[in-house]
């Protein structure tokens, strides 16, 4: 991607430092160490991944903001694939979703909570006071 800038602030120093590169390397290395990394769309990843037993975090784009990390990233129709095929998981998962009409009724079938947090990055209009966001899993949250 080009042109984009999550998570910096031009006002700000940058936060790496060559002098530290060796302890920054060992202190990753230890804990990637039994870490798998994989590139792959999320349909593929979780076909490949689900089982009993497994836990899945998933953070895709905000609703409405689909094209945000790219043309054809991911698509409002993919919203739908996700959650069929999160209706036939084996294992839980965990999804976090801005509180949207078009998410909800998307992922209606699931456990949905609503939450208010804090956005801490992107401009300063969208960093205003709380916002509404929502956690669906297919477990019973607490």
Same mark, same amino acid.
Request: aromatic share 12%.
């Given at each position: 991607?080009?042109?984009?800038?999550?998570? %910096?602030?031009?006002?700000?120093?940058?936060?790496?430092? %060559?002098?530290?590169?060796?302890?920054?390397?060992?202190?990753?290395?230890?804990?990637?160490?039994? %870490?798998?990394?994989?590139?792959?769309?999320?349909?593929?990843?979780?076909?490949?991944?689900?089982?009993?037993?497994?836990?899945?975090?998933?953070?895709?784009?905000?609703?409405?903001?689909?094209?945000?990390?790219?043309?054809?990233?991911?698509?409002?129709?993919?919203?739908?694939?996700?959650?069929?095929?999160?209706?036939?998981?084996?294992?839980?998962?965990?999804?976090?979703?801005?509180?949207?009409?078009?998410?909800?009724?998307?992922?209606?079938?699931?456990?949905?909570?609503?939450?208010?947090?804090?956005?801490?990055?992107?401009?300063?209009?969208?960093?205003?006071?709380? %916002?509404?966001?929502?956690?669906?899993?297919?477990?019973?949250?607490?």
């Amino acid at each position: 991607m080009k042109g984009r800038g999550f998570g %910096v602030d031009s006002r700000q120093g940058a936060r790496f430092n %060559v002098a530290r590169l060796e302890p920054m390397l060992a202190d990753i290395h230890e804990r990637l160490a039994g %870490v798998t990394i994989e590139q792959l769309p999320f349909d593929q990843f979780l076909a490949r991944y689900d089982r009993p037993g497994m836990l899945f975090y998933l953070d895709p784009p905000y609703w409405g903001c689909e094209t945000d990390y790219g043309a054809d990233m991911f698509s409002r129709d993919d919203f739908a694939r996700l959650a069929g095929q999160l209706a036939a998981a084996r294992g839980k998962f965990l999804l976090s979703i801005n509180d949207t009409p078009g998410a909800r009724e998307c992922f209606a079938a699931f456990q949905v909570r609503p939450v208010e947090t804090t956005w801490t990055i992107g401009t300063a209009e969208t960093r205003k006071g709380k %916002v509404g966001e929502l956690l669906i899993s297919n477990f019973e949250l607490p």
